[in-house]
Nanobody, 119 residues
Framework: QVQLVESGGGLVQAGGSLRLSCVAS????????MGWYRQAPGKQRELVAA???????NYADSVKGRFTISRIYAKNTVYLQMSSLEFEDTAVYYC?????????????WGQGTQVTVSS
């Protein structure tokens, strides 16, 4: 069982930046894909960004050019750097990990961290 713990959420003004962190209890080399989903009130959970063990990345169109995902194996940590935040980015952000590749569904979830962007 892999545990994922997120941190870094909070309240920020539109145009500001936040960095989310996700620490895994297992060596992330064994997790072929990790990333972030988000869920806004009344909306379905959506994939925001993902990164494979080889460093390939996927981003939702709505965040391309504003968000950057990265991973540091030595720290078992994945980061989501969010810049130029918009009100529409307000959501609970969930870290996930998948044993499969980028196209695989999540096998593990974090507890979520709230990001609130004020307009």
């Amino acid at each position: 069982q892999v545990q994922l713990v997120e941190s870094g959420g909070g309240l920020v003004q539109a145009g500001g930046s936040l960095r989310l962190s996700c620490v895994a209890s297992a060596r992330i080399l064994t997790l072929n894909a990790m990333g972030w989903y988000r869920q806004a009130p009344g909306k379905q959970r959506e994939l925001v960004a993902a990164i494979s063990s080889g460093g390939n990345t996927n981003y939702a169109d709505s965040v391309k050019g504003r968000f950057t995902i990265s991973r540091i194996y030595a720290k078992n940590t994945v980061y989501l750097q969010m810049s130029s935040l918009e009100f529409e980015d307000t959501a609970v952000y969930y870290c996930y990990a998948a044993v499969g590749g980028l196209g695989s569904g999540p096998d593990y979830w974090g507890q979520g961290t709230q990001v609130t962007v004020s307009s």
